[in-house]
């Protein structure tokens, strides 16, 4: 890169938005990018996530009577995920994936998102207005409860300092790996998945700071630190109530990938190259997900009702693929 490069440019003066030590690093942003998602992708094979093995893992789960309007906010959020999955599917056909990565992994977390949400209304007829409060409630229904299938399952109950300690020593048993290597094996990519919740942690301590920070109990202290014992105390509270689980680490991946992070997939010699294996893998994790949320919904709804849906899908879609391949 020349010395008027953007990269070196953006290292150095940062924008409006961000300070320079804010600014993400090449060697770190890109790989750990790709390579989550490749773990993911792994690891869904493995796991041999699908339809029917959705349904075999909730088959305690029992059929829930829910008023039209319930049942119509599963079903969209389903159809909403399906056309998701359509999109990635078509976006693997492009020959420059750099063309279309970052657009490729905001579809992705729409995805994740709209088939979290089916679940969670299937599970206690609720919807919550934004991400943050589903990714709360998906978290509280699914993996506190062991509701969440692996890859998706793993939590952390706290962001406690021993919390986070314990919790990561359990996930971190299955393996290590750095995310800025390419995963191949099994053991390999749940290193890397480890590190990602480790890092997806560390941004939300940071999170809970800031907000602390803005509480009339922490201004009221006269400080802008958490080095005294009542800051600390705020901070420790807050650290408490947040837990972390799969949809918080799906926002951090799409946050990072439309804003923060947004450069390194379209700059860059390497990067269409990189990029080639990551819309790829994207599609397959997200069926993985949407087959286990298909799995729990379709048996809360019972099959009266789920069989119907997805024929009247097949039926009447304008998509290019069939639900019916997918989650019958």
Same mark, same amino acid.
């Given at each position: 890169?020349?010395?008027? *490069?953007?990269?070196?440019?953006?290292?150095?003066?940062?924008?409006?938005?961000?300070?320079?030590?804010?600014?993400?690093?090449?060697?770190?942003?890109?790989?750990?990018?790709?390579?989550?998602?490749?773990?993911?992708?792994?690891?869904?094979?493995?796991?041999?996530?699908?339809?029917?093995?959705?349904?075999?893992?909730?088959?305690?789960?029992?059929?829930?009577?829910?008023?039209?309007?319930?049942?119509?906010?599963? *079903?969209?959020?389903?159809?909403?995920?399906?056309?998701?999955?359509?999109?990635?599917?078509?976006?693997?056909?492009?020959?420059?994936?750099?063309?279309?990565?970052?657009?490729?992994?905001? =579809?992705?977390?729409?995805?994740?998102?709209?088939?979290?949400?089916?679940?969670?209304?299937?599970?206690?007829?609720?919807?919550?207005?934004?991400?943050?409060?589903?990714?709360?409630?998906?978290?509280?229904?699914?993996? *506190?409860?062991?509701?969440?299938?692996?890859?998706?399952?793993?939590?952390?109950?706290?962001?406690?300092?021993?919390?986070?300690?314990?919790?990561?020593?359990?996930?971190?048993?299955?393996?290590?790996?750095?995310?800025?290597?390419?995963?191949? =094996?099994?053991?390999?990519?749940? !290193?890397?998945?480890?590190?990602?919740?480790?890092? =997806?942690?560390?941004?939300?301590?940071?999170?809970?700071?800031?907000?602390?920070?803005?509480?009339?109990?922490?201004?009221?202290?006269?400080?802008?630190?958490?080095?005294?014992?009542?800051?600390?105390?705020?901070?420790?509270?807050?650290?408490?109530?947040?837990?972390?689980?799969?949809?918080?680490?799906?926002?951090?991946?799409? !946050?990072?990938?439309?804003?923060?992070?947004?450069?390194?997939?379209?700059?860059?010699?390497?990067?269409?190259?990189?990029?080639?294996?990551?819309?790829?893998?994207?599609?397959?994790?997200?069926?993985?997900?949407?087959?286990?949320?298909?799995?729990?919904?379709?048996?809360?709804? !019972?099959?009266?009702?789920?069989?119907?849906?997805?024929?009247?899908?097949?039926?009447?879609?304008?998509?290019?693929?069939?639900?019916?391949?997918?989650?019958?």
């Amino acid at each position: 890169m020349t010395d008027a *490069s953007l990269y070196r440019m953006l290292r150095e003066f940062g924008t409006l938005t961000e300070a320079p030590r804010d600014i993400p690093n090449a060697v770190f942003a890109l790989p750990s990018t790709i390579h989550w998602m490749r773990a993911l992708a792994i690891l869904v094979d493995d796991q041999a996530v699908t339809f029917q093995s959705a349904r075999a893992f909730y088959e305690k789960v029992q059929k829930r009577e829910m008023d039209e309007r319930t049942i119509n906010t599963v *079903s969209e959020q389903l159809l909403f995920t399906f056309h998701q999955i359509a999109a990635l599917r078509a976006l693997e056909a492009v020959s420059c994936k750099a063309d279309v990565a970052r657009m490729a992994i905001v =579809t992705w977390y729409y995805g994740i998102y709209g088939a979290a949400s089916a679940m969670v209304a299937a599970a206690d007829g609720s919807f919550q207005d934004n991400h943050s409060a589903t990714a709360q409630q998906w978290n509280a229904q699914f993996p *506190s409860r062991g509701l969440a299938m692996a890859p998706f399952a793993d939590r952390l109950a706290t962001l406690l300092k021993e919390d986070l300690a314990v919790g990561l020593e359990a996930i971190r048993s299955r393996g290590k790996h750095s995310l800025t290597v390419m995963p191949k =094996t099994v053991k390999q990519a749940w !290193g890397c998945i480890a590190e990602y919740l480790s890092g =997806t942690a560390e941004w939300e301590k940071w999170n809970c700071e800031e907000r602390v920070k803005d509480e009339a109990a922490f201004r009221a202290l006269g400080v802008d630190n958490f080095r005294s014992g009542p800051a600390q105390f705020l901070r420790d509270a807050a650290y408490r109530r947040r837990s972390i689980a799969f949809l918080q680490q799906a926002s951090r991946y799409r !946050g990072k990938a439309n804003y923060r992070d947004a450069v390194f997939l379209a700059y860059g010699k390497t990067a269409a190259a990189r990029l080639e294996g990551l819309v790829e893998d994207l599609p397959r994790v997200l069926e993985a997900f949407a087959a286990m949320a298909a799995g729990y919904c379709s048996l809360r709804l !019972g099959k009266k009702r789920w069989k119907p849906f997805v024929e009247d899908l097949d039926a009447n879609r304008s998509l290019s693929i069939s639900p019916l391949s997918f989650w019958s």
